[in-house]
């Protein structure tokens, strides 16, 4: 496999040298591809067994600092979801955006915006799947991503 | 601990003031609570202000507009909280006989637009989560989900708010809206709509509590409302699968719904009463779902009947569970320092029969105010 056959780098048409960069470190493991799916990287408590989909020193529910690193899946369901339709200064995802809570298969709820999905289209209780999106691009020009969620199946779109 | 009650409450009318200084505002709400309550300036031991964005030691340059006595000024910041929890703190060191006259003062100046939770570099905001209706949204689209209500009975509550704004006096807005106008206002976070939304507002409130035991030498028994009952907390986590929550929830939410039932029974048992004897309501209608939610949350109406309770009008004045008689944050307006102290101030006129076109009937004796802001919550029952 060649650097120059890498999605991002085709996506992009760009060189070889750009890379996938997370937004933040340590919130999902990278896909070795754009199309790839991150899964969301978390943690367990050997003590009290809560999972969280965040990283801490000591555990938010029994106070011990007996947490271990924990990697999830990558599907879950939608609980609740709302539409944003006024841009927040300072955001780089630009309104309307779905902002969903989803529960993922282990239990534990995040937040996360939805992707290739109309806002109209969204229902509590649809399967959903994580993926990478860019959300910006750092100074070298390489893709800086996320985790998004987006519909597990592919559905018809009931209007024409 | 000693008994503790209110003497007096005065407020500079909420709204937009680009002219006035906070020192401007608080000077009027402190000056009004102290006519009020017959005590002088000279015999206030201590003072606790309650405010979030003006500068370093705010609170001593507002007090220190009524003379400059050299008492302790107690600088507090909890979010859309803070003055409440100052009359929470304030309560405590007289009640512990500290102090016997303490004064408490809330004031802020904001800027238009939404209000900006988060550092703009912050994830949150980066990635657009930090909206702040949006967590209200997540919340009433389940909510209708779970117990069949309709994005009208919402919009109703912000309906109930201005009709009580346009007969307060000291509301930002004081003109009502109808049900057709909130609910074609534009979303701002599906299904919240603009005016479903509290605005940004500059304003300031004040409130003098007294030792019980001293409290005779200012006014008669019919004006001393007593602060019988309080809790405060900041929301325990709250486990995955628990009936509490969703799991994941951390930090202090504002919408943490486990944790303002157990601070409600708290408050209850210190004052002796329970929900049912509950006859006029303060809670935080930041967004127009704040109602719903902390009607029931506070036992006031039934798990999944707030927003039926709303829609029947039962939360109006004149309904058997007033919520919000001033206009709320909704339609009072909402300078987030000064907005637990507005709320304390609307129960003291109610219970003391000095709620004007919007007082509540049958001679209220209990009140009860909920405030929230982003890392904690005050729940206090005034009784007369
Ligand atoms: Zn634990």
Redesign the pocket.
């Known amino acids: 496999m060649t650097a120059t056959r890498t999605p991002a780098a085709r996506s992009k048409g760009a060189t070889s040298a750009l890379r996938l960069v997370p937004l933040r470190e340590g919130m999902f493991k990278m896909p070795r591809s754009m199309n790839g799916k991150p899964r969301l990287l978390g943690q367990r408590?050997?003590?009290?067994?809560?999972q969280f989909s965040n990283q801490r020193e000591f555990?938010?529910?029994?106070?011990?600092p007996?947490?271990e690193n924990v990697m999830f899946g990558t599907t879950g369901e939608i609980t609740t979801y709302t539409t944003v339709r006024q841009q927040l200064p300072g955001a780089l995802i630009e309104a309307p955006y779905v902002i969903a809570r989803v529960r993922l298969d282990e239990g534990v709820s995040v937040q996360t915006i939805l992707s290739e999905i109309e806002p109209d289209d969204v229902e509590i209780g649809m399967k959903v799947v994580s993926c990478l999106k860019q959300v910006t691009e750092d100074d070298s020009g390489n893709a800086v991503v996320n985790s998004f969620f987006k519909p597990a199946n592919k559905r018809r779109r009931a209007r024409a | 601990m000693r008994d503790v009650v209110i003497l007096g409450c005065g407020l500079h009318r909420f709204g937009r003031w680009p002219d006035k200084s906070v020192q401007d505002m608080g000077r009027e709400a402190i000056a009004g609570a102290l006519n009020d309550s017959g005590v002088p300036f000279q015999d206030i031991q201590v003072a606790y202000t309650g405010r979030v964005l003006s500068g370093m030691g705010a609170g001593l340059n507002v007090v220190n507009e009524l003379g400059q006595t050299g008492i302790p000024v107690v600088n507090i910041e909890q979010a859309c909280a803070s003055s409440s929890t100052a009359l929470r703190e304030a309560r405590i060191a007289v009640g512990a006989g500290v102090y016997d006259v303490a004064l408490v003062v809330g004031f802020e100046k904001m800027q238009r637009g939404l209000l900006q939770i988060s550092e703009t570099t912050s994830y949150g905001t980066q990635m657009g989560f930090s909206v702040m209706p949006a967590s209200y949204a997540l919340n009433e689209r389940r909510y209708i989900e779970d117990y069949g209500a309709t994005e009208e009975m919402f919009a109703q509550v912000s309906v109930k708010a201005h009709r009580n704004g346009a007969l307060n006096p000291y509301a930002q807005y004081q003109q009502e809206v109808t049900l057709e106008e909130v609910m074609a206002s534009r979303y701002i976070a599906e299904p919240v709509k603009l005016l479903e939304c509290s605005p940004t507002t500059d304003g300031a409130s004040a409130v003098v509590i007294v030792a019980k035991e001293v409290a005779d030498r200012y006014q008669p028994a019919s004006r001393q409302v007593n602060i019988a009952g309080w809790a405060a907390g900041s929301g325990a986590y709250t486990p995955t699968g628990s009936d509490a929550g969703d799991g994941g929830e951390e930090g202090g939410d504002e919408l943490n719904r486990g944790a303002l039932e157990q601070l409600a029974d708290t408050a209850y048992e210190r004052a002796g009463v329970g929900p049912e004897d509950v006859d006029v309501t303060q809670v935080h209608d930041a967004f127009s779902p704040g109602e719903i939610f902390s009607i029931e949350s506070l036992g006031i109406a039934r798990p999944g009947e707030g927003a039926a309770a709303v829609w029947e009008g039962r939360t109006e004045v004149n309904g058997d569970i007033p919520v919000n008689t001033d206009g709320g944050l909704l339609s009072r307006g909402h300078p987030i320092g000064a907005t637990g102290g507005a709320m304390v101030t609307e129960i003291y006129r109610q219970l003391t029969g000095d709620g004007g076109a919007r007082q509540v009937g049958n001679d209220p004796k209990v009140g009860l105010i909920h405030n929230a802001g982003i890392g904690g919550m005050n729940v206090l029952v005034l009784t007369r």
Request: aromatic share 0%; with cysteine.
């Open positions: 408590c050997t003590s009290c067994g809560e555990c938010a529910n029994c106070c011990q007996t947490l």
